[in-house]
């Protein structure tokens, strides 16, 4: 378990789902979330192209991410 307040993580968690990167599912009380693998990995990916194309195509790879 990680040692976050139940509503920490929750307001945490509901940011990561406004931006596309997890999906929630309530039942109850619950809420289920769970991860949206390819906007995850778009994300990542993003810096690790910055760093190996060089700078001088940085912008054009900022420009056409997903999440710009």
Same mark, same amino acid.
């Given at each position: %378990?990680l040692?976050?307040? %139940? ?6 968690l509901?940011?990561l789902?406004? %931006?596309?990167?997890v999906t929630a599912?309530?039942e109850?009380?619950l809420v289920?979330?769970?991860? =949206?693998?390819a906007r995850?990995q ?5 810096p690790i192209d910055? =760093?190996s194309?060089g700078?001088d195509?940085?912008?054009?790879i ?5 999440? %710009?």
């Amino acid at each position: %378990a990680l040692d976050v307040p %139940a509503n920490t993580m929750s307001t945490h968690l509901a940011i990561l789902e406004r %931006a596309g990167l997890v999906t929630a599912r309530r039942e109850g009380r619950l809420v289920y979330y769970a991860a =949206v693998f390819a906007r995850v990995q778009a994300l990542i990916g993003t810096p690790i192209d910055i =760093v190996s194309t060089g700078p001088d195509r940085a912008e054009t790879i900022v420009r056409r991410h997903p999440f %710009a």
